[in-house]
């Protein structure tokens, strides 16, 4: 069973820059797996920060970046701001029409 | 301007099977390279993939609750329904629904609100 793995929690100064990764159990993380990123506010649905590894969706601030290290996908944060905090979620697309999540990271901006 | 809006029952008992229904607007589903997924969060916790419906009428699933689950689309309706058998607590959660297309890497790119189910006797 694939199971994609993310940091439980992180906190970054406000103004600071956080890079959250999305990895495998086994094996590595590429862009043929279309890595995509959501934020998620308490009580909100999620939001879709970036697709197909490093494309930001519409109205997203280019503060969020997206791109492969290493053998995971990253999520990095440049100038965080105190709405940035929130649960980040990202989604591996598997190929043949399997889509698996990540455990989700709570970010706190303090 | 696209919306998708989650409706079905609140609460289910137990053994139950639950009837979700997304109805959408701004999509075209006759579009190729379109699909329509739901995903649930139990309170607390993570986002889980259930299923997807492509605008051909493919199925996925997801492998843990495949035999669970049934997907099905009107594009008549612009509905897509989520039938999921043999309810039991732990299926308790929020159940979205969502778009997924092929220029963005099948991400999901629209959410509707979700909509909050419980299993309870």
């Known amino acids: 069973q694939t199971v994609v793995t993310q940091e439980p929690s992180f906190s970054v100064s406000p103004g600071g820059t956080v890079t959250l990764t999305c990895g495998l159990s086994s094996g590595s993380v590429s862009t043929s797996d279309f890595p995509s990123w959501y934020q998620q506010t308490p009580g909100q649905a999620p939001r879709t920060l970036i697709y197909?590894?490093?494309s930001r969706s519409s109205g997203v601030p280019d503060r969020f970046s997206g791109s492969i290290l290493g053998n995971k996908a990253a999520l990095t944060i440049t100038g965080a701001q105190a709405d940035d905090e929130s649960d980040y979620y990202c989604v591996l697309y598997m190929g043949s029409g399997l889509w698996v999540f990540g455990g989700g990271t709570k970010l706190t901006v303090l | 301007q696209i919306t998708l809006k989650e409706s079905g029952p609140t609460l289910v008992k137990p053994t139950q099977t639950l009837t979700l229904t997304c109805t959408f607007s701004g999509i075209s589903f006759t579009t190729s390279g379109v699909g329509m997924g739901w995903i649930r969060q139990p309170p607390g916790k993570a986002l889980e993939w259930l299923a997807l419906?492509?605008?051909?009428?493919?199925?996925r699933y997801s492998s843990s609750l495949k035999s669970r689950l049934t997907i099905t689309k009107d594009t008549s309706k612009n509905q897509v329904v989520l039938t999921m058998t043999n309810m039991h607590p732990v299926d308790t959660a929020i159940y979205y629904c969502?778009?997924?297309?092929?220029?963005?890497?099948?991400?999901?790119?629209?959410w509707g609100q979700g909509t909050m189910v419980t299993v309870s006797s």
């Open positions: 197909s590894t490093d």
């Open positions: 969502a778009r997924s297309t092929v220029t963005t890497g099948w991400a999901f790119d629209v």
């Open positions: 419906i492509y605008w051909d009428d493919d199925k």
